[in-house]
Antibody, heavy 116, light 109 residues
Framework: EVQLVESGGGLVQPGESLRLSCAPSGFTFTNYAMHWVRQAPGKGLEWVSGISTSGGTAYYADSVKGRFTISRNNSMTTLFLQMNNLRADDTAIYYC?????????WGQGARVTVSS | QSALTQPPSASGSPGQSVTISCTGTSSDVGGYNYVSWYQQHPGKAPKLMIYEVVKRPSGVPDRFSGSKSGNTASLTVSGLQAEDEADYYCSSFAGNNNVFGTGTKVTVL
């Protein structure tokens, strides 16, 4: 059974940093591109970032470019999202998702709240 | 990276059909056959219902179907059932990024 488990969420103040992790199981991690998708309270889905199977290519939404960094450790089988200079509008549930052109499997999400 | 446009709501009685549109541009929906659709129940993670415009993942009922014409994709749910009441989002590959739709709340009357 495919599983994705996010961790690392929490409450931070504006300007602070946070690192999310996603631990996959039930499939060969190195065969799949991975993504982060977020959902602000009461709002729709927003694609945040994606990374290739090797980790050599990463893509970002304009809203997070320059502040967030996606990475993966294929030997540790883990996906990361380093979030710096967090803002109030980054408050959301962050999902990790598996896939290249669509998102076939999702985690249950990590809640990130940015507030003073 | 503007969101794809979906109607805010759609509804139908049990057994009826409902169709949700998803309008983008030639840089996303119209440029690639990589449109997907997701169902999300309250408090739950999204679930993939359609990928590559028309394909259904294993386990998704054939009541769900997808199509595309130009810059607009559509999801049709036939034979509506109570459990189909949920939010639905489209998504498209757009070159160096992906973009989601604004979401549609489907109500089963």
């Amino acid at each position: 059974e495919v599983q994705l488990v996010e961790s690392g969420g929490g409450l931070v103040q504006p300007g602070e940093s946070l690192r999310l992790s996603c631990a996959p199981s039930g499939f060969t991690f190195t065969n799949y591109a991975m993504h982060w998708v977020r959902q602000a309270p009461g709002k729709g889905l927003e694609w945040v970032s994606g990374i290739s199977t090797s980790g050599g290519t990463a893509y970002y939404a304009d809203s997070v470019k320059g502040r967030f960094t996606i990475s993966r450790n294929n030997s540790m089988t883990t996906l990361f999202l380093q979030m710096n200079n967090l803002r109030a509008d980054d408050t959301a549930i962050y999902y990790c998702a598996r896939g290249t052109y669509s998102f076939g499997s999702w985690g249950q999400g990590a809640r990130v709240t940015v507030s003073s | 990276q503007s969101a794809l446009t979906q109607p805010p709501s759609a509804s139908g009685s049990p057994g009826q059909s409902v169709t949700i549109s998803c309008t983008g541009t030639s840089s996303d929906v119209g440029g690639y056959n990589y449109v997907s659709w997701y169902q999300q129940h309250p408090g739950k993670a999204p679930k993939l219902m359609i990928y590559e415009v028309v394909k259904r993942p294993s386990g998704v009922p054939d009541r769900f179907s997808g199509s595309k014409s130009g810059n607009t994709a559509s999801l049709t749910v036939s034979g509506l059932q109570a459990e189909d009441e949920a939010d639905y989002y489209c998504s498209s590959f757009a070159g160096n990024n992906n973009v989601f739709g604004t979401g549609t709340k489907v109500t089963v009357l």
